[in-house]
């Protein structure tokens, strides 16, 4: 509902932090990033707006995860995840860059996920205009607005 722009609710935190504790319960590894994408992916709507890099998750990890999913699918196959982080980028809108633009980069860890996820972060800040005060951007998702 959110994503076809209704506002944030309860549902989507309850949700987030629902998939997350189902994450830490599994031992699967493409069980586990499943869960974690979709915690992710409903926790997206609560970026919190003190600019932290923790706070990209929300935006980078679900896709991220997807993309270590369909490598572990392929084998190990590197190059399958960066064609789908690829693709992500191409389907990704400008708002969703210049909201990314607002928080630091993605910190970069030892992980095969958080290298996916600094590769997605360095993909879609290339993206459009780079615009800081871009109006579409819900305040919501701007440091110092609304929690």
Do not use: K
Not at 66 to 83: H, K, N
Not at 126 to 147: F, M, N, W
């Amino acid at each position: 509902m959110f994503a076809d722009g209704a506002p944030r609710s309860v549902l989507q935190r309850v949700t987030a932090l629902d998939a997350h504790r189902a994450a830490r319960e599994v031992a699967d590894e493409v069980a586990r990033l499943s869960a974690r994408a979709c915690g992710d992916a409903a926790a997206a709507a609560f970026l919190h707006p003190i600019a932290r890099a923790t706070q990209v998750g929300h935006i980078l990890r679900s896709a991220a995860c997807a993309a270590r999913v369909a490598e572990l699918r392929a084998g190990g196959d590197a190059a399958v995840a960066t064609a789908l982080l690829r693709s992500t980028g191409d389907r990704a809108s400008p708002v969703v860059a210049a909201v990314l633009r607002r928080y630091p980069e993605a910190p970069t860890g030892r992980s095969r996920l958080s290298h996916l996820m600094v590769e997605l972060d360095t993909l879609l800040r290339s993206l459009g205009p780079h615009r800081p005060d871009d109006a579409r951007v819900p305040r919501c998702a701007r440091p110092g607005g609304p929690e």
